[in-house]
């Protein structure tokens, strides 16, 4: 190995703690952000399931009430009576309990436990 000019960089010991406790953190935030992603994908297979079931179906409900027009007589109805109803439909929220990580989770664990340490 040739010889190379080092350069040395003294830090206090407030200095030193306060990077490692950043370090740390930055490490912590990191895992959070990968467990979030590793949650995201199959939340996204599982939506784009959903619409491209919604799609079938309203596909065919379309082609089933066009069939329904052709099939109907035609009714004349007078102005006066013409109103359009809006519909209000409900929403349903599903709650999914995401698979962790046990890894990550021990991981996050320990960080916290020396940040805690450190900052005695």
């Not at 370090?23 to 491209?52: A, W």
């Not at 079938?56 to 409900?61: D, H, S, T």
């Not at 066009?66 to 929220?93: A, F, H, N, Y």
């Amino acid at each position: 190995m040739k010889s190379e000019n080092l350069i040395h960089v003294k830090l206090e010991y407030k200095e030193a703690r306060q990077s490692k406790k950043d370090v740390l953190s930055l490490e912590m935030t990191l895992l959070k952000i990968l467990r979030t992603i590793k949650e995201y994908h199959p939340l996204r297979l599982e939506e784009l399931r959903i619409k491209l079931r919604l799609y079938r179906k309203i596909k065919e409900l379309i082609t089933d009430m066009g069939k329904l027009q052709i099939t109907l007589p035609k009714l004349k109805i007078p102005e006066i009576l013409k109103e359009e109803e809006g519909l209000e439909g409900s929403k349903i929220k599903e709650i999914k309990t995401g698979r962790y990580d046990r890894s990550l989770e021990a991981q996050l664990r320990e960080i916290q436990d020396k940040l805690n340490k450190l900052q005695m």
